[in-house]
């Protein structure tokens, strides 16, 4: 062990024990969202929820990741091939890419890149194209018409996101992760910026493709949206990558507005992970609280309130810095 | 560049690892299959017509203002990260040029393209 560190040097074992890091956390993340979604509903509902496999239905992901491992894996014989069998390896890239900036605690972050809130921003937009190509490979309608609706979404609710990470880049002249979070030692950014926090909040929902705003796969209408040809292992990508998705979110919302790991007395990746999953929970909630939007209601929404909102925050922010 | 290596080797890893799951699932499970079960999936009914129909124009007009503005948002990121080092003139300029594009999004909203009818 020693001797490999030293041959390799010890910066890059520590980034390689990142990425290995990395791989598990995204695997249990997955695991325990997946349960805790369906304990969620449940008791939303007044149901118990999962509770025959393990303590509190803890092992059921585990099985239903067994099951799903052993199902036949379908390839429909209309489909465009080379699109369909990339579209689920693809969409894995961007959300496992993303965790390599993400601080999780003051020295526990694979690498602090000088532009880490843009390889996110960059790399999530890439999942766009991903879904497109599931939904056009598959060739069947609808996934087509779920894919189209989730990339007008996606790219409609971009453009809040992307504005309301920006009068928080302004306060801090930084794009670096962790350089955003050592500037909230006094005050947490949620209290500068209540209305970008807002913002952000209501667009990565719509990002993630959660309710209220989940008309890509709104199931009672489009079946499964842009993975309803996928069965077994490649429906699971899917599942994985959307779930991971909706951890990534809640964690740029901790580290851009609620403080990231700063807090008193418990050690900082303990802070972050309680924020990051508090915002996980509400997420889930929403889903049991609010019924889905219509289309049109959903694009009226980014581009009448949350753009011109966006904006209007953004240019008082910047005229409060200079006066 | 040197630190942008982690995101390449992380990029392989995902294809790698999505390739391997994808892979042991296909020697892992049954492989029965009959043309009906191959067949495309509509409810259980023959599909009928081409899948690639039409696509509603709005959704290309969408696309076309999400170009404007994102091309926008470029040029405000490297603005807002040397915030601090900028005068008033500069926040002014970045005013002047963020209402010009606005003047476009009114323009746009009283043509109508942002309705759904």
Not at chain 1, 43 to 57: A, L, N, S, T, W
Not at chain 2, 62 to 69: D, G, P, S, T, V
Request: hydrophobic share 55%; net charge positive.
């Amino acid at each position: 062990m020693e001797q490999i560190v030293s041959m390799i040097g010890w910066k890059t074992a520590k980034t390689i024990a990142g990425l290995v890091g990395v791989l598990i956390f995204v695997v249990f993340n997955a695991l325990i969202l997946t349960w805790a979604e369906r304990k969620v509903a449940g008791h939303m509902q007044r149901r118990i929820g999962p509770k025959e496999v393990g303590p509190y239905g803890l092992i059921q992901p585990i099985a239903d990741a067994l099951k799903l491992l052993g199902k036949e894996i379908l390839t429909p014989r209309a489909v465009d091939r080379p699109l369909y069998f990339l579209a689920p390896i693809l969409i894995f890239v961007p959300v496992l890419v993303s965790f390599i900036v993400i601080p999780f605690d003051a020295s526990l972050q694979v690498k602090d890149i000088n532009v880490g809130i843009l390889v996110i921003l960059a790399f999530s937009s890439l999942s766009v194209l991903s879904i497109l190509m599931a939904g056009w490979g598959s060739n069947n309608k609808y996934a087509l018409i779920g894919a189209i609706r989730s990339v007008a979404q996606n790219i409609a609710y971009e453009i809040p996101l992307l504005l309301a990470l920006l009068p928080v880049i302004m306060m801090t002249n930084s794009f670096s992760l962790k350089a955003i979070v050592e500037a909230q030692k006094g005050l947490w950014f949620v209290f500068y910026q209540p209305l970008a926090f807002c913002i952000y909040f209501i667009a990565s929902v719509a990002e993630t493709n959660r309710t209220p705003f989940d008309l890509p796969e709104a199931e009672s209408e489009l079946v499964a949206g842009y993975h309803t040809e996928y069965s077994g292992m490649r429906f699971a990508l899917f599942f994985l990558a959307e779930y991971t998705n909706i951890f990534i979110v809640s964690a740029i919302a901790v580290t851009f507005f609620l403080g990231g790991y700063q807090g008193p007395f418990l050690p900082g990746i303990i802070w972050f992970l309680l924020k990051s999953y508090l915002l996980v929970f509400v997420i889930m909630w929403l889903r049991w609280t609010f019924p889905r939007v219509r289309f049109d209601q959903l694009l009226n929404i980014s581009w009448k309130a949350l753009i011109p909102l966006a904006f209007i925050n953004l240019l008082l922010t910047g005229g409060l810095l200079k006066l | 560049m040197i630190e942008y290596v982690p995101i390449l080797v992380l990029m392989c890893f995902a294809i790698l690892i999505a390739s391997i799951i994808v892979g042991a699932s296909y020697l892992l499970g049954p492989r029965i299959s009959n043309k009906t079960k191959l067949s495309t999936y509509e409810c259980g009914m023959q599909t009928i017509g081409p899948t690639r129909m039409k696509i509603n124009i709005r959704y290309y007009i969408i696309a076309m203002l999400f170009l404007i503005f994102d091309i926008e948002i470029m040029f405000l990121y490297p603005w807002a990260v040397v915030m601090g080092g900028l005068k008033l003139f500069g926040f002014v300029e970045m005013l002047i040029f963020v209402i010009i594009l606005f003047i476009g999004y009114i323009y746009v909203w009283r043509k109508g393209a942002l309705e759904w009818e």
